[in-house]
């Protein structure tokens, strides 16, 4: 089992901003997709931003150029630096990893439900 929690998340003004970390326990984030997923009240999780096994990186189009994706692998902490944060921001960001390759992993859907390890979110408000 792999166990992940997230931190940094809180309340700013809009323009300002955030830095989200996820540590992992009980294995290591090396050769592992990890992604960042947000939540806004009353609608489905997104994707936010990820990271595949080759060390690619993605991200939406929603958060491209204001959001940077890292990690520490001898940490074991995966990152998101949110800038220029807008009140759309809003929401529950989490993070998610799986050991399986991303050619598999969008074979069977890149979404929420496939993922196999979930950490239980950090609230992110942004106030216009």
């Known amino acids: 089992q792999v166990q992940l929690v997230e931190s940094g998340g809180g309340s700013v003004q809009a323009g300002g901003s955030l830095r989200l970390s996820c540590g992992a326990s009980?294995?290591?984030?090396?050769?592992?997709?990890m992604a960042w997923f947000r939540q806004a009240t009353g609608k489905e999780r997104e994707g936010v931003a990820a990271?595949?096994?080759?060390?690619?990186?993605f991200y939406s189009e929603s958060v491209k150029g204001r959001f940077t994706i890292s990690e520490d692998n001898a940490k074991n902490t995966l990152f998101l630096q949110m800038n220029s944060l807008k009140p759309e921001d809003t929401g529950m960001y989490y993070c998610?990893?799986?050991?399986?390759?991303?050619?598999?992993?969008?074979?069977?859907?890149?979404?929420?439900?496939?993922?196999?390890?979930w950490g239980q979110g950090t609230q992110v408000t942004v106030s216009s």
């Open positions: 009980g294995a290591t984030y090396r050769n592992v997709f």
């Open positions: 998610a990893a799986d050991p399986r390759d991303l050619a598999v992993l969008l074979r069977l859907g890149l979404v929420p439900r496939t993922l196999n390890y």
């Open positions: 990271i595949d096994r080759s060390g690619r990186i």
